[in-house]
């Protein structure tokens, strides 16, 4: 885990680029999410794996109470940053996933949520499970419990080994581009990314590159794992960019 956190903090500043264009995700982020929360009456969410904050600015800026946390520094002050060009407020704080008792956190809510495929960095069924019941614990009962993840079975079926994601033009300056673009090695269940950071222009390019290790969580493992901390009626929840499981608190 120390891992994805020495990851996340060196890549923060660089985080938005992950994304195509990322003022517009939170955007559809925020319909997504608004359209499964809105009609159960939700009001309160607890984003725990909130990364640069990408989908609890989303919500803050739909009127939801948010609170948000994370186990990287450099993503959360990021987030923050956000917040402030959003004009929105959410409750910050850092914390691991799988010790959320240990965070002062005002719950419990009416939705917890992880997405943007931040349990796969959990390797172990052990460290899932405990991640699970900790979102469990800060839930309603009744409430919402949802992970989003990468459509590990199309992966692990395809193998494929070169990922392009995206080229942004005069970025980190006027006429230069940066290019992200990934190797991926299998060691089924395991996989490694290798991130690659192109950046130049005409005068030349430099790259850098941050390995990145995921377990890919098979969607019927997750759903179990989810029923085993206190869930039910888990499911899948139609979602373009995604593989999103859901289920509730029992009460
Ligand atoms: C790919 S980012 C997703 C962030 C955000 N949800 C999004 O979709 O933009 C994954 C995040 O999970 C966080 N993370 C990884 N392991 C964690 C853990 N054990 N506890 C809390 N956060 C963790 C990382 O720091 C990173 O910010």
């Known amino acids: 885990m120390s891992e994805s956190k020495a990851f996340y903090d060196t890549v923060a500043n660089r985080h938005r680029l992950f994304y195509r264009d990322w003022p517009a995700f939170v955007k559809q982020e925020g319909s997504w999410l608004d359209d499964l929360l809105r009609p159960r009456g939700a009001r309160s969410v607890l984003d725990c794996t909130c990364g640069i904050g990408t989908q609890a600015l989303a919500l803050a800026l739909l009127g939801y109470e948010v609170s948000a946390s994370d186990l990287s520094d450099e993503n959360l002050a990021l987030a923050q940053r956000g917040a402030d060009e959003y004009g929105v407020a959410v409750a910050w704080h850092r914390g691991d996933v799988r010790a959320l008792d240990q965070v002062s956190l005002a719950g419990p809510f009416d939705a917890v949520l992880s997405l943007g495929n931040s349990l796969s960095h959990l390797l172990t069924e052990t460290d899932v499970q405990t991640a699970l019941r900790q979102m469990v614990d800060q839930t309603q009962p009744g409430g919402l419990v949802l992970v989003g993840q990468r459509d590990w079975e199309a ?97």
């Open 155 to 251: 992966i692990a079926a395809e193998r494929p080994r070169f990922q392009f994601r995206h080229e942004h033009l005069d970025t980190p300056a006027p006429g230069q581009r940066t290019v992200l673009w990934d190797l991926w090695s299998y060691d089924d269940p395991l996989v490694t990314f290798e991130v690659f950071f192109s950046q130049g222009g005409p005068e030349g390019w430099e790259t850098e590159v941050f390995p990145l290790r995921y377990r890919m969580w098979r969607r019927r493992e997750v759903m179990e794992m989810m029923e085993e901390a206190g869930l039910s009626g888990v499911r899948e929840v139609p979602c373009d960019w995604e593989v999103r499981l859901a289920g509730n608190r029992l009460r």
